[in-house]
Each structure stands twice: as C-alpha cells, then as structure tokens.
C-alpha cells in the first residue's frame, strides 16, 4: 500500500514514487492520452478520497478501462465470438481497507452521489438505474466464490468514460470494484476466471449480458484488438493496423442498459432463445435426429448456405408465445419458465406485437460470420475489406436487431461521407456510439467534418432537446488506440 501524502507527491510530479507512478501511467494508457492530464486525474481522485475518508493514511490504485467493440454485436451471450479494443477512457478507483464489512463509495463526479453498504451473499439491490448496483453487484459474485467473510473499503471512484455512451462504463465499474475487493481481501484470482465470474455477477442488475465487456477490460493486451469465444472463454490476440484510428462518435442519445433500453435488451436474449427452440425443432424433424441445441453457436459449424436455409424454416412474421410453444410442442407454462425467465428472477413481457425471432437469429448468425472475417481480413492487412464488415454489421444491428436509433444511423453516414473506411454503432445499442475506423493523417479532417454535420447541424435540427452546447466535444468524439487492461499499483 502507498502512503497518501506520497502518493500526492508523485502525482505533482516528485517524491520517491514517481518512478512508480510515471511508468504505471505509461503502461496503463500505452502512449494514447495525455499523461499530464492522467495525473491531474489521479490527483483529483486523491483529494477526494481524502476529504471523504480523512483518517485513511495508505491506498491502493486499480484502473480498468472501457472498451469499443469493433465488431460482433449481441453475438457473445448467443456463444459465438466478439472483437473488441480496450481504450484509453477508464475508471479509476482509489482505495483503502476496512476492518469490517462497509463498502464505502465516493465519486469525482456530481453526477453519482456517495453510496454506503454491507457486503454479504444477499445484497439488497436500490432502484433499477442505481450507479451502487454495480458495485453490490461485485461485491455479492466476490462474497459468492469466497470461503470467508470479505472485509469492505473505502473508495473514491474517477471515470472518464462518457455515461451512456455504449463503451462499457458500468463494466469498467464493476471489474474495478472486484478488482479493489480482491485486493484487499487476498484473493488470488486468474483473469480469465475473474472475467467468467464478473460477467455471471453483473446479471444483478437485471440485464441478461454476456461476457465480452468483462473480458475485455481484464484481459485486453495494448496494440491488439482480442478475438473472444465463450463456454468456455477463450481469447485471441489479433493485430491492427497502427497506421489507422478507431475514432469514436458519442450520438449523444443515452444507451443505459440498466435503465429504459433494458427492457428492450432483454427482449433480444429472449427472442434468440425462441430462435433456439424452433431450430431445434425444424433441424431435428428434417434430420429425424435430436439436436440438442441450446444457443445459436451450436450452429456455427454450419455453412452460410445451411444456416440461411434453416433460417428459411423460422416463421416470417413475430411470433406469440402461444404460437411458439404449439410449434414446438411444450405446454404453455413449461415454455414460460424455461423460455422467458431470466437469471435473476424476472419474466420477459410479451410485446403486443409478438417477439420477432427470424429477423434476429439471422443478424446473430451473420454477425458470427463476420467476425471470423474480419479476423482474417485484419491479419491479411486487407483493411477496406474490413471497413466493409463493419458497414454490413451496422445494416445488420440496424435492420434485423433493430437497436440503431435514427441519430445513430445518420452518424455512421455522416462518418462515411468524412471518409472512414468503415463505421457501425458499437455497445448493446439504442443509443450510445458509433466506431468509424480512419487513416490517421486523415483523423483531424475527419473529425471536423463530423462535427460540423453531426453536433453543429444535424443534432441541433433533429433533437432540439439534446443540448450540444453543453457537451464538451472531447468526450463526445476522439481517437484511440488499442491499450492495455486492468492495471494495479502498487
């Protein structure tokens, strides 16, 4: 642990640790942001731990960053693969062991007020939309997989990652906390097995996700994009071109997946489950042998061909849950509990006009293709070629998903017309940020372009209650670079 007033010193840039600290900074942010800027940060986070937590004399440090998701969208709870970058913008949490069980929470930011409570196996969540959930949320999985009785913290948590952007800042916010509890308590974690573990633990907020932001943050290598397959998780270095970009574009719409859009996430989980069940059925009557599927990955061996063929068997038109359940043959109440339940105990809602399984098992298949693609496409240096999977993956999210928003839709164009070689939302979607992918010399151009049309005309005209002037256009639109994951100091 590091003396606080040492830890002040450093961050001004003297004192014995600032060989420490300076080579911490260096390889946390990989030469992407602005050093000077991320030691005022950590200088800010330090003075209010110390004004909320007076009487701490030593502290600890994690940092675990957001990420973008270059492509493969909703295709990680469905088993099949993702390829996402960790990026500069992070949370920062600044902590300090306690002798009982309190977990202690303070925040940089107006935004997110202190947040107080006991760590045990049942941790009574607050209101849905609550920034304290995520952190109940880690210290209940942590509590779960731990033989004793965890101790608590005090914490000061600093986060530039633009809320509701769609990079991932409640899962920066849970692997820190988890990071920080494991730390304190000596709890000898793998990564890879942290990552599981976070990702089955954040479904306490009520969102039906899957693992691909939890890894990411844990596991991202600098100067890599990370191909990840789940059950079991397995993760791949994959090499970008260091010559371009990944530009990202903040619609300014909110994606909260905690909030209003949960409701409509979950909907996707549930409509590929049907997706399951009937394809299960139809492959199983025409092969007159079981199947026994139980995500869409068990079809990943399957040619295009034979998946767009099985996919021609779905019903065209949204089915109702009385529908599906004849088709496939289980009573009503079976086909309740076992198909519209989620994890933690809530039931999906029928929509009135049915759940639309054809338009979405076939983006979740498509979309597992193209992942496998733009693999290939990126370790072959064929980079207009990846552009263009980005582009269909974006079609595909915003036609068949249905998760653009008309904002979104009319960002990727605009970041088209500046000359990205490809772009697409990036997130769960209904809202957040687009990705555009951009030759660096060419990065300034692009993103004055963008800014004229988009935050300057197009925002203004179209969503007059979006208040652009506000926004600082630094956090609404900046380029990054693949950097490393969680980090920890000392």
């Known amino acids: 642990m590091i003396e606080v007033k040492d830890l002040a010193k450093a961050l001004q840039g003297g004192g014995k640790l600032l060989d420490s600290v300076e080579q911490f900074l260096s390889s946390s942010y990989c030469g992407s942001s602005d050093l000077r800027y991320q030691r005022a940060r950590y200088s800010a986070a330090l003075a209010r731990f110390s004004e909320a937590f007076p ?76 920034w304290g959930n995520y952190a109940k949320a880690s210290a209940q999985i942590m509590q779960e997989v731990s033989r004793k009785a965890l101790i608590g913290m005090d914490a000061c948590i600093c986060g530039d990652i633009p809320f509701g ?37 954040e479904r306490y907020v009520g969102t039906e996700g899957g693992g691909m932001d939890q890894a990411i943050s844990l596991l991202a290598e600098p100067k890599k994009a990370l191909k990840i397959d789940f059950f079991p998780l397995n993760v791949s270095p994959v090499s970008v ?30 409509e590929c489950r049907l997706g399951v069940a009937l394809l299960d059925h139809v492959l199983t009557d025409r092969a007159r042998t079981a199947r026994n599927l139980t995500m869409l990955a068990g079809l990943k061996n399957m040619s295009v061909e034979r998946q767009m063929t099985a996919i021609d068997q779905l019903p065209d038109k949204p089915v109702s849950i ?50 496998e693609q733009a693999v290939r496409a990126l370790e072959s240096g064929n980079i207009t070629r990846f552009g263009e999977l980005m582009n269909q993956s974006h079609e595909s999210c915003a036609r068949d998903y249905e998760i653009s928003t008309p904002e979104v839709d009319a960002l990727v ?41 988009y935050y300057h005309q197009y925002l203004p005209k179209e969503r007059k209650d979006t208040p652009v002037s506000i926004v600082c256009l630094e956090d609404a639109i900046f380029p990054c670079k693949p950097c490393s994951g969680v980090g920890t100091l000392p």
């Open 413 to 453: 164009d605009i970041c088209l017309d500046s000359g990205a070689v490809g772009a697409r939302l990036t997130g769960a979607g209904f809202g957040g940020s687009v990705i555009a992918l951009v030759q660096d010399n060419a990065v300034p151009d692009f993103v004055s372009s963008v800014v004229e049309q």
């Open 165 to 201: 952007s769609g990079l991932s800042s409640s899962s920066a916010l849970v692997v820190a906390v988890a990071t920080a509890l494991a730390q304190v308590n000596n709890m000898a974690l793998e990564k890879r097995d942290m990552a599981e573990l976070l990702a089955r633990g």
């Open 55 to 130: 009487d701490a004399k030593k502290v600890m440090i994690a940092r675990t960053p957001g990420r973008v998701n270059l492509i493969g969208e909703h295709t990680d709870y469905n088993g099949l693969p993702v390829l996402p970058i960790a990026i500069c913008r992070d949370v920062v949490i600044i902590f300090s062991p306690r002798k009982d069980r309190r977990v202690n929470l303070v925040n940089t930011s107006i935004w997110f007020p202190p947040r107080s409570f006991d760590i045990s196996g049942r941790i009574r969540p607050y209101a849905a939309g609550n």
């Open 322 to 371: 009385k529908e599906a359940a004849k088709i496939i043959g289980i009573p009503l109440g079976k086909f309740r509990e076992t198909l519209l339940n989620l994890r933690g105990g809530e039931v999906v809602k029928e929509p009135r006009s049915g759940f639309k399984v054809k338009q979405r098992v076939r983006h979740v298949l498509s979309e597992g293709k193209r992942v």
């Open 241 to 270: 071109p260091e010559d371009y970009s990944f530009v990202v574009c903040n619609s300014l719409i909110a994606a909260e997946k905690s909030g209003a859009a949960r409701d409509e996430y979950n909907r996707r989980v549930v």
